[in-house]
């Protein structure tokens, strides 16, 4: 049974750092290109970061591009993301969510752990 | 890279087809067919509803069809259920390799 839980939120400063876990399993992660999606409350999707299967190639969305990082571990099946800088705006719910099958599309997603960044 | 456009709400009683057109430019929806679509309940996570334009993943009914036609990609469901009511999202490709989100449509079923 496929399975993605992401840890790791919770409340923090504006200006502070936070970093997120997303453990994988089910599914051969070593094999599928990963991603964070977020989504502030009330408000749509938003796509924050990918990282290929290997993590030899990363893109992050402008908003985040400078502050925030995306990486893999395939030994250990997870990815993080470490967020830097954090500012108000950055308060979202943030979702793992894996590319296994095709290209381009998010198949299997977290549950989404909620970051609420405040003073 | 701009949202792609949905509309906010679309409505339609059981039975019935209702139809989601999600709007962007060649530089996403038109010059790739790499356009998926999303089902979200409240406090839910998304589930993929529709991947590359028209293929749906196991275990999602083909009440659930999508096509494209130059920058407007469309979601329908036919055959409108209670169990439908919820909100939809596109996503595609955009060029640099980023994916960009529509902005969201509620379903509402009468």
């Known amino acids: 049974q496929i399975q993605v839980v992401e840890s790791g939120g919770g409340v923090v400063q504006p200006g502070r750092s936070l970093r997120l876990s997303c453990a994988a399993a089910?599914?051969?992660?070593?094999?599928?290109?990963m991603n964070w999606v977020r989504q502030a409350p009330g408000k749509g999707l938003e796509w924050v970061a990918l990282i290929s299967y290997d993590g030899s190639n990363k893109n992050h969305a402008d908003s985040v591009k400078g502050r925030f990082t995306i990486s893999r571990d395939n030994s250990k099946n997870t990815l993080s993301l470490q967020m830097d800088n954090l500012r108000a705006d950055d308060t979202a719910v943030y979702y793992c969510?894996?590319?296994?099958?095709?290209?381009?599309?998010?198949?299997?997603w977290g549950q989404g752990t909620l970051v609420t960044i405040s003073s | 890279q701009s949202a792609l456009t949905q509309p906010p709400s679309a409505s339609g009683s059981p039975g019935q087809s209702v139809t989601i057109s999600c709007t962007g430019t060649s530089s996403d929806v038109g010059g790739y067919n790499y356009v998926s679509w999303y089902q979200q309940y409240p406090g839910k996570a998304p589930k993929l509803l529709i991947y590359?334009?028209?293929k749906r993943p196991s275990g999602v009914p083909d009440r659930f069809s999508g096509s494209k036609s130059g920058n407007t990609a469309s979601l329908t469901v036919s055959g409108l259920q209670a169990e439908d009511e919820a909100d939809y999202y596109c996503?595609?490709?955009?060029?640099?390799?980023?994916?960009?989100f529509g902005t969201g449509t509620k379903v509402t079923v009468l």
């Open positions: 089910g599914f051969i992660f070593s094999r599928s290109a």
């Open positions: 996503s595609s490709y955009a060029v640099n390799n980023k994916y960009v």
């Open positions: 590359e334009v028209s």
């Open positions: 969510a894996s590319n296994t099958v095709g290209d381009w599309n998010l198949d299997y």
